[in-house]
């Protein structure tokens, strides 16, 4: 039954002070908690990328919250496209490729 169950998955870009502030942490644990799969890390220009998949409501839950992030960050710019295909289950943070 549940294989059937609709899912959402994009990738996300977050701009601001993101970095260095524990806003990979902080996706990890709100992906985790909201029972989403996919990965979060850290860009050489700064940003924070994101692939989030999972139950709509709760994808769209964590892009509302990841407008705020933790109290340490402040972010200027979330933006999320569509994104193809199902990551593994689980959610970790990951490093670019180099």
Excluded: C
């Amino acid at each position: 039954m549940f294989e059937d169950r609709e899912t959402k998955s994009v990738t996300v870009s977050v701009s601001g002070r993101v970095q260095g502030v524990g806003y990979r942490a902080w996706v990890h644990r709100s992906a985790t908690r909201l029972k989403l799969s996919g990965w979060v890390r850290n860009e050489s220009d700064g940003t924070v990328s994101a692939l989030l998949d999972g139950a709509p409501e709760n994808v769209d839950q964590l892009l509302k919250e990841m407008e705020s992030g933790p109290p340490a960050a402040r972010v200027d710019r979330v933006s999320s496209l569509p994104a193809a295909g199902a990551p593994d289950p689980g959610f970790e943070i990951t490093f670019p490729d180099e």
